[in-house]
T-cell receptor, first 114, second 113 residues
Framework: NAGVTQTPKFRVLKTGQSMTLLCAQD?????MYWYRQDPGMGLRLIHY???????AKGEVPDGYNVSRLKKQNFLLGLESAAPSQTSVYFC?????????????FGPGTRLTVT | KQEVTQIPAALSVPEGENLVLNCSFT??????LQWFRQDPGKGLTSLLL?????REQTSGRLNASLDKSSGRSTLYIAASQPGDSATYLC????????????FGQGTELSVKP
């Protein structure tokens, strides 16, 4: 049981390039989340999903898109990267009907946009 | 809108001390509160989850309390060790915000040998 995994661990992009971050969970969780963590700003929710085929905007969705084609995977896309998107990105998952359960986090992806 | 505050932002203690980390939140309409640990450059590890109907939870040397009416939680660490050095984050699952986790900024703990 690997829990929540994220790919890649590190990435450097040039301004304007695109990339996709992959999150995978093997706990059969319904809910999945993407956060970014910045110094002095704490953890902020980007997008989330309450089940396969669903997505919703979080607190800071601009410049990002997401897809949840399979229950176990949640993809975060940057279409045209900007230096302001330099951050550490965390994926998390939660069991369905799971508002009373623990939320599990992945190890993070450190992204630098130059 | 729910806001979560953790004070102090940083704490340094000698090894062996018992210590308390504080978390306060502005809206008592929560499902639960979760304490996490984050080591430098790593992800968040869940330490304790307290449901809104509970007063405390214990795991080993850790004890977390919850006073929903006053909007406060504390994380008590007994007999601290250098390996406890990390950033500790609390987060509340807010009823009025669709059950989203709302995080504090964290307390950076350093335990000196």
């Amino acid at each position: 049981n690997a829990g929540v995994t994220q790919t890649p661990k590190f990435r450097v992009l040039k301004t304007g390039q695109s990339m996709t971050l992959l999150c995978a969970q093997d706990m059969n969780h319904e809910y999945m989340y993407w956060y970014r963590q910045d110094p002095g700003m704490g953890l902020r929710l980007i997008h989330y999903s309450v089940g396969e085929g669903t997505t919703a905007k979080g607190e800071v969705p601009d410049g990002y898109n997401v897809s949840r084609l399979k229950k176990q995977n949640f993809l975060l896309g940057l279409e045209s990267a900007a230096p302001s998107q330099t951050s550490v990105y965390f994926c998390a998952s939660l069991a369905g009907g799971g508002l009373f359960y623990e939320q599990y986090f992945g190890p993070g992806t450190r992204l630098t946009v130059t | 809108k729910q806001e979560v505050t953790q004070i102090p932002a940083a704490l340094s203690v000698p090894e062996g001390e018992n210590l308390v980390l504080n978390c306060s939140f502005t809206d008592s309409a929560i499902y639960n509160l979760q304490w996490f640990r984050q080591d430098p450059g790593k992800g968040l590890t869940s330490l304790l989850l307290i449901q809104s109907s509970q007063r405390e939870q214990t795991s080993g040397r850790l004890n977390a309390s919850l006073d929903k009416s006053s909007g406060r939680s504390t994380l008590y660490i007994a007999a601290s060790q250098p390996g406890d050095s990390a950033t500790y984050l609390c987060a509340v699952r807010a009823i009025d915000q669709g059950g989203k986790l709302i995080f504090g900024q964290g307390t950076e703990l350093s335990v000196k040998p």
